[in-house]
């Protein structure tokens, strides 16, 4: 029996038709200038924040589907900055970071989960001195618009996460005349982020 060509036509573009839309995968690249990278540890009675000024990120952002999206970060250990330049070298050494043997820390993620269309919780393996652990990100999603000196769409987050720093090897302390540890124990970990889509 031959076939109509316009019936088979018709056939292939229902079918088409029917298949689910695929989702667009958006690549947006940290904005180094207006992100934060930053942490907050007890130091004696008080805490201390820092932050690292050096990194590079990337983000995948599938908006219809969340779970889709993926989230690569690269920083510069040696780039950790307290605002204190002996206290900066200390971390930078063997009893903190030991920036010569592991230059960089990492996080990559493994799961994206939206809770609604505005908070995430984003979970990756960090990877610091060479240990690599799970951690989850509360994220916040704030939003989009064009970036005024890209021209570029621009999208916001807002992430926080807290960390044992015993976990990933850095382990240092000492003990206070009054009693108690100099340093804290629990690390917290927050980043503020503005990233610029890749057109």
Do not use: C
């Not at 200390?90 to 809770?115: G, H, W, Y």
């Amino acid at each position: 029996m031959r076939r109509n060509p316009r019936f088979a036509l018709v056939l292939a573009l229902l079918a088409a038709a029917a298949l689910p839309a695929l989702a667009e995968i958006e690549t947006f690249n940290f904005d180094k200038a207006h992100t934060q990278v930053g942490f907050r540890i007890r130091h004696f009675v008080s805490k201390v924040e820092g932050r690292f000024n050096k990194f590079d990120g990337t983000i995948l952002l599938d908006r219809q589907n969340p779970g889709a999206s993926k989230v690569d970060l690269t920083i510069q250990a040696d780039s950790i900055d307290t605002n204190n330049e002996n206290r900066d070298k200390d971390l930078r050494s063997e009893n903190f970071f030991d920036v010569a043997k592991f230059p960089t820390i990492t996080f990559k993620s493994t799961r994206v989960e939206a809770l609604d269309s505005a908070n995430w919780k984003v979970t990756g393996e960090l990877t610091i001195r060479g240990v690599t652990r799970p951690v989850v990100l509360d994220t916040r999603y704030l939003g989009q618009a064009i970036h005024p000196f890209a021209k570029k769409m621009a999208a916001g987050f807002r992430a926080e996460t807290t960390i044992d720093r015993r976990d990933f090897g850095v382990t240092w302390n000492a003990a206070m005349d009054t009693g108690g540890a100099y340093l804290g124990e629990r690390v917290q970990i927050s980043l503020t982020i503005l990233a610029a889509r890749q057109d």
